[in-house]
């Protein structure tokens, strides 16, 4: 498959304006000024854009909440808080190709009619900070941005906003908040951010993936644009591989590329010809598999079938050398870490789980602490505003139900085999 | 006080948003560099500057990992430690910058020369382990690695 997203990323001045206009940039977005909005949404539509940031979400139904409410001004948010544990890939669009999103980002503007922009970046990609904000001055120079964009009357702002260090804030709503100068703690819904979102005016929050799409999607139609990748969910996918493979790193693929073939043909394999011993599909949050399970098309609709998630598309992969109790200790370290504290469940449940794991992984583990495990995920599952409690529960779930030997010799030999 | 040129950077950070209240994440970002941490006349400033309430500015600024409430090293280094850093051998370097620098997770080592903060994903899963010394990214980290680099931030 062409590169789309990670085009020219090899140019070591992929980010300048003048490379990305060389190799073809900026002409959707005059393309896009001449058509009506509702007709951009109509590709997207047509495209089955899903939302790149985990949940998979319709692109164009959000789009189409936001644009029919009739409070102005609108904003469009883009979430670059690429927090989730093993997630890697929109770093290298912000970092190497920060006019894809600058462009993709005046596209969509236009379609939701909305005059402000933010790009909500995570404060722990201070390079991507400085690139971001030499990019963004460049497209206001060039009349991309601005008052008055590519000449045709239509105002679009754009500013990066940076975050400061808090996992929470990659949930729309904790986001929003966030941007407004408050805690990252997100809201209860209804009402969504398509009606009432930043400064209480209708917000669409997409992810830097998503919204890099934009350009290459008006520019061959929404129809074109289906056909690569999974029917059901097309486009390219960037997935980011980590761990235990010969080559890690970021691979643009066709949406539903098979697990497997991620690892063995794409990524070489796992590292020294080691045994598998379990993959990780989606990011942290997303439900554990063992070998055997990772035949799986790796899209949003045929992951939930397979006992997982394709969530933000992050493949961790582990060989046998790796204690997985050790693994899930340290993931629910990162969930108490990071909770925002706002639901009870979340905040003392990531915490005590995180206790009863600690004391298996240092020998100390007690006949029944398995049972505890799951009593307390199952009372934090569905009982919080947003999904980072069910993300820790489900987590410590599919843990036990494909390694609860694994957790078993823990407790019966006070230590671990895996070393 | 903030400096002039820290005020004239605020005043133009404040024209991007709506209102002062929303200014308050990156009037915090500048008040660590101008204070070189959140103390409370560092507060006090971004609350008079802004019409925030110090409470409020407070709550939030607590909220968030990367605001600093105490005296830092010369040199913040950030190494993650999370999983996909983690089964590379990251808690190996935890151990190696405790030995060779006194350097402890949250802790300033004895000359004043780093402070270690242990991350939560960086985002450079696929070059493992990683680390940020201050704004610059280390990737593919081994004991004699962060020894060169370190070496670099007096």
């Given amino acids: 498959m062409e590169k789309i997203l990670l085009k020219n990323i090899d140019n070591p001045n992929s980010a300048d304006i003048a490379e990305y206009m060389k190799a073809g940039g900026y002409q959707s977005l005059p393309k896009a000024l001449g058509m009506q909005p509702k007709e951009i949404i109509e590709e997207v539509k047509k495209a089955g854009l899903r939302g790149r940031g985990g949940a998979g979400f319709p692109v164009a139904m959000k789009w189409t909440f936001a644009s029919a409410d009739p409070k102005f001004p609108k904003y469009l948010l883009c979430n670059a808080d690429e927090g989730e544990p093993g997630t890697f890939k929109d770093r290298p669009i912000l970092e190497k190709n920060p006019h894809l999103l600058i462009e993709g980002m005046a596209i969509s503007g236009f379609a939701l009619s909305a005059e402000y922009g933010y790009i909500y970046l995570r404060g722990e990609y201070p390079a991507a900070k400085d690139i971001l904000n030499k990019a963004i001055a460049q497209a206001y120079e060039k009349g991309f941005l601005g008052d008055n964009v590519a000449g045709k009357g239509f105002k679009f702002h754009l500013a990066v906003h940076q975050g400061a260090g808090a996992y929470i804030c990659g949930e729309e709503t904790a986001l929003i908040e966030s941007l407004e100068g408050d805690k990252g703690q997100p809201r209860i819904k209804p009402p969504f951010p398509v009606n009432v979102g930043a400064f209480a005016k209708p917000t669409v929050v997409n992810n830097v993936e998503t919204l890099s799409n934009l350009p290459y999607l008006i520019g061959i139609g929404g129809e074109a644009y289906a056909k690569i990748g999974s029917p059901d969910c097309p486009g390219p996918k960037i997935y980011c591989v980590s761990g235990h493979v010969e080559k890690p790193g970021v691979y643009e693929l066709p949406m539903g590329t098979n697990l497997r073939d991620i690892i063995y043909t794409h990524c070489g394999g796992i590292k020294g010809g080691k045994k598998l011993k379990a993959v990780i599909p989606g990011g942290i949050s997303t439900p554990i598999l063992p070998p055997d399970k990772i035949d799986c098309a790796m899209d949003f609709v045929n992951m939930p079938k397979h006992g997982s998630m394709l969530g933000s598309g992050a493949v961790i992969v582990m060989d046998e050398s790796v204690c997985l109790v050790k693994v899930c200790y340290r993931a629910l370290k990162f969930f108490e870490h990071e909770s925002c504290g706002k639901c009870t469940p979340c905040r003392e449940g990531t915490g005590w789980l995180r206790k009863v794991l600690g004391r298996i992984e240092n020998g100390q583990g007690m006949e029944g602490d398995i049972d505890l495990l799951q009593s307390i995920a199952g009372n934090m599952l569905g009982k919080t505003f947003c999904p980072l409690g069910d993300g820790a529960a489900s987590v410590v779930q599919n843990f036990i139900k494909h390694f609860r030997p694994e957790f078993e010799a823990h407790i019966k030999n006070k230590a671990c085999s895996t070393g | ?154």
């Fill in chain 2, 1 to 154: 006080m903030f400096s002039e040129t820290a005020k004239k950077e605020l005043e133009e950070i404040r024209l991007k948003y709506p209102n002062a209240r929303a200014a308050l994440l990156p009037a915090l970002y500048l008040a660590q560099r101008e204070f070189g941490w959140l103390s409370p006349e560092a507060y006090e400033a971004v609350s008079g500057i802004l019409g925030v309430p110090k409470a409020i500015a407070r709550g939030v600024g607590t909220f968030y990992a990367m605001y600093k409430h105490k005296p830092m090293g010369r040199n913040i280094v950030q190494l993650c430690t999370n999983v996909s850093c983690m089964i590379l051998g990251a808690e190996r370097l935890v151990d190696f910058l405790k030995n060779k620098y006194g350097l402890e997770p949250g802790g300033t080592s004895p000359d004043g020369r780093f402070s270690l903060v242990i991350m939560e994903c960086i985002g450079a899963c696929g070059t493992a382990p990683a680390m940020l010394v201050n704004d610059d990214f280390f990737e593919n980290l081994t004991e004699k690695y962060i020894e060169e680099i370190l070496e670099k931030y007096k």
